[in-house]
């Protein structure tokens, strides 16, 4: 079956860049979903289609996808950023897919 | 405003049967998909499976059939999941979330929004 692999934690000093990858086999054939789950909140969809942000999500939230990495680039990283982030990917034959998920530390 | 309203909290002993809800409003409720991930605490998010309440079409996924029933009521716009048994190992969040469905550049689904969570405590 399918496996999305994520880092388990990135840490980055404010004001910095936060660079979040999802691996997977030939993942750049998959359109790529991002979430940020924010301690006792529910998720938000914070990237989709890869590179999509939905209305209301900063520009400084940015994805890219090709070969076997996905990743999610967050620019000038700020205190409000510390969160979980899960990648999401649709499979014909496994359906809905989250990767593990990945604890972004602000310093 | 689109929005997914979850029941509230839940407290149940191992053996018990347990039903939480989903109600969505600000969109056609028949017309999108309705999934439901489950979060164990301190653990990433597992999607279990998925309805369309249109014609009540559902899918699991292998790690959740046979163990949870998603259901739905379009009359009242509507989402379930329940139990029959419940067992200590099923205490979690569980949220639902409305699939959105994309065909250009490529056949994918996303979640958005998300339901606020219920929570789960199975404990004799």
């Known amino acids: 079956s399918y496996v999305l692999t994520q880092p388990p934690s990135v840490s980055v000093a404010p004001g910095k860049t936060a660079r979040i990858t999802c691996g997977g086999n030939n993942i750049g054939s998959k359109s790529v979903h991002w979430y940020q789950q924010k301690p006792g909140q529910a998720p938000v969809l914070v990237i989709y289609y890869d590179s999509d942000r939905p209305s209301g999500i900063p520009e400084r939230f940015s994805g890219s996808n090709s070969g076997n990495t996905a990743t999610l680039t967050i620019s000038r990283v700020e205190a409000g950023d510390e969160a979980d982030y899960y990648c999401?990917?649709?499979?014909?034959?496994?359906?809905?897919?989250f990767g593990g998920g990945t604890k972004l530390t602000v310093l | 405003e689109v929005q997914l309203v979850q029941s509230g909290a839940e407290v149940k002993k191992p053996g018990e049967s347990l039903k939480i809800s989903c109600k969505g409003s600000g969109y056609s409720f028949t017309s999108y998909w309705i999934g439901w991930v489950r979060q164990m605490p301190g653990k990433g998010l597992e999607w279990m499976g998925i309805i369309y309440p249109g014609d009540s079409d559902t899918r699991y996924s292998p790690s959740f059939q046979g163990q949870v029933t998603i259901s739905a009521d379009k009359s009242i716009s509507t989402a379930y999941l329940q139990w029959s048994s419940l067992k200590a190992s099923d205490t979690a969040m569980y949220y639902c979330?409305?699939?959105?469905?994309?065909?250009?550049?490529?056949?994918?689904?996303?979640?958005?929004?998300w339901g606020q969570g219920t929570l789960v405590t199975v404990s004799s």
């Open positions: 979330a409305r699939q959105v469905w994309g065909v250009v550049p490529a056949a994918s689904g996303w979640f958005d929004p």
């Open positions: 999401q990917v649709w499979d014909s034959s496994s359906d809905h897919l």
